[in-house]
């Protein structure tokens, strides 16, 4: 600014400026607090403080857990003989241990003949049990978690074996407790979940879902979906399983999903033993292996989870192991009870009670077509 | 501020100067009233006491890892819990005792916080273990110890307050069941 002329009106107006600043600031923050600040001082810091303390217990549980497991694990497998089996399997035919049980042992060595000659065969290998213990250690680590008032994902770690009996857990998800997020349940709520029967609350799914991509839903941690499970699911998949849901809801029952959506690289993993099941540690033979798990690169038809309109569904507050025939025939009819187009919400996998299928799987296709609610 | 170069311009820039200067510290220090009146407020509604809310979880967690020495094999009180749970006559007593001492060596003593005051306090510590966490908040102890500072007496009552959790924990004693762990801090006048 050259003259002493334009010097005056700038100066006066870089003051009212100013003073029109301080005095919409002022008017804003008063409207903020309404004149008075109803929140403490500290009180973002203390929540945040807390949330750590959250993650300290949650970690000390696990810790603790993870140490008596071991202990059941060791004694469970010595009294099994080294072997363990898979109590469920997704893959199309179940298979128990090749040689079976005699007096309710498992069989290390068997006799068998073949015509006039006796064929012995070796049915333990002294070098899965390792991975025998892993697996057990996984199942009774995951019921200690299951028990703990908040969600914490099972089946989610990634074992190595260190020395003797040093076992190393690496996450694959995060426990997550929520900051700041006094709209949300607190923990201790969510942990004690209703076994009431009761529609899905949607809203409750605005707040805590995140779709994995396009088109699909994330219902973790809702009454849908049991604690310690992940559930994702294709939209119109999961808008079956909400109606599923209601007609259970006027049976007086309640339903819960405890596996869902997998993605390729999940069953991928899954696959090639880096999951806490350690399929192919345990079952180096391919042939013996697709017993038990679905190999995701030697199929036609891809492996139904990675659809995202296939579920292992139970009733809420049961387990596999507790369903009686009936709470499985109450499902099965829940879950294929009919739309308003008259056809059935989902079909069953004739071979797995808790399996079902809907939409665009060639199952589903394929029940429709043959008119039936259950087919292999 | 030189605005310009010519000596008559150069007094009317500094008068000029001078009175916006003078405008401007008066509207800052208006403002500065204004809002020190209005933190008065705020400035009551602090919260208090954090460091010690963020300690009493170090302790909790320090009181269940301590290692212990049961029927010959080192544990820790939360492994000792655990055997309680399931024998509680072979080692209540040995819980009871282990744990009053290592709730006895973590008491200290501290100057009164409050103001005028002056005198001398004694931290002691109460744990009560829960067979589960009640939704209204209350405690059923199963089992309870606390220092010796706090055993009977009066206590005073200081930023985590008498009655009040300052820490908590979830014990796991079998596959389904878990304990919940309280602890409260005390203090006490000398």
Not at chain 1, 33 to 57: A, C, M, P
């Amino acid at each position: 600014m050259k003259s002493k002329k334009g010097a005056f009106p700038f100066n006066i107006m870089v003051v009212v400026a100013l003073t029109a600043l301080l005095i919409y600031a002022w008017i804003q923050l008063d409207s903020k607090y309404n004149g008075t600040f109803e929140r403490y001082l500290g009180e973002k810091q203390y929540d945040l403080i807390k949330t750590y303390q959250k993650g300290e217990q949650v970690l000390f549980y696990i810790d603790q857990s993870a140490k008596y497991s071991l202990e059941q694990s060791v004694y469970d497998l010595a009294k099994s003989g080294g072997i363990s089996e898979i109590e469920v399997s997704d893959a199309e035919t179940f298979a128990g241990h090749e040689c079976g049980k005699f007096n309710d042992a498992y069989v290390w060595y068997q006799i068998g003949k073949q015509g006039d000659a006796y064929a012995p065969k070796n049915c333990f290998d002294e070098n899965s049990a390792k991975d025998n213990l892993g697996y057990l250690f996984n199942n009774n680590l995951n019921k200690y978690l299951l028990s703990y008032p908040i969600d914490i994902p099972t089946n989610n770690y990634r074992y190595e074996f260190k020395n003797n009996l040093e076992i190393i857990g690496l996450a694959a998800l995060p426990i997550n407790i929520n900051i700041f997020k006094k709209e949300v349940p607190e923990d201790f709520s969510t942990a004690t979940r209703d076994v009431k029967p009761k529609p899905l609350d949607i809203k409750q799914l605005d707040k805590d879902t995140t779709k994995p991509s396009e088109g699909f839903r994330d219902f973790t941690g809702t009454d849908l979906c049991a604690k310690g499970s992940q559930c994702v699911l294709k939209e119109d998949a999961f808008q079956q399983l909400v109606k599923a849901q209601d007609a259970a809801v006027k049976k007086g029952i309640s339903i819960e999903v405890y596996s869902a959506y997998r993605s390729s690289e999940r069953q991928q993993a899954l696959w090639n033993g880096d999951t806490p099941e350690r399929y192919a540690q345990r079952y180096p033979d391919p042939a013996v292996r697709v017993k038990y798990v679905c190999n995701p690169a030697g199929r036609e038809i891809k492996c139904p989870h990675l659809s995202g309109d296939v579920v292992d569904i139970r009733l809420k507050g049961k387990t596999t192991g507790t369903m009686s025939s009936a709470d499985w025939n109450s499902l099965y009819s829940i879950m294929t009870s009919a739309d308003s187009n008259n056809q059935p919400l989902w079909v069953k996998y004739s071979n797995e009670p808790w399996h079902f299928e809907c939409c665009n799987t060639p199952r589903y296709a394929r029940a429709i077509q043959q008119g039936v609610t259950s087919i292999v | 501020m030189i605005i310009n170069k010519s000596r008559k311009g150069a007094i009317t820039s500094i008068l000029v100067d001078f009175w916006m200067y003078l405008v401007f510290v008066l509207v800052v220090i208006v403002f500065y009233l204004i809002f020190s009146a209005m933190s008065k407020d705020v400035a009551d509604k602090q919260i208090t006491g954090l460091e010690t809310k963020a300690k009493a979880y170090t302790n909790l967690l320090n009181y269940l890892k301590t290692p212990v020495i049961v029927d010959g094999k080192e544990t820790d009180i939360a492994g000792l819990i655990r055997l309680w749970h399931n024998e509680p006559d072979k080692y209540k007593e040995l819980l009871e005792k282990t744990s009053i001492g290592i709730l006895n060596d973590m008491e200290y003593d501290y100057d009164n916080p409050i103001k005028g005051t002056g005198n001398r306090l004694v931290r002691g510590f109460y744990i009560s273990i829960n067979s589960e966490k009640k939704e209204n908040g209350g405690l059923y102890p199963l089992l309870e110890f606390q220092s010796k500072c706090c055993e009977s007496g009066f206590t005073v009552r200081d930023e985590s307050g008498v009655g009040l959790i300052a820490a908590e924990q979830f014990v796991p004693v079998s596959e389904d069941k878990y304990l919940y762990v309280v602890m409260m801090e005390r203090a006490k006048a000398k």
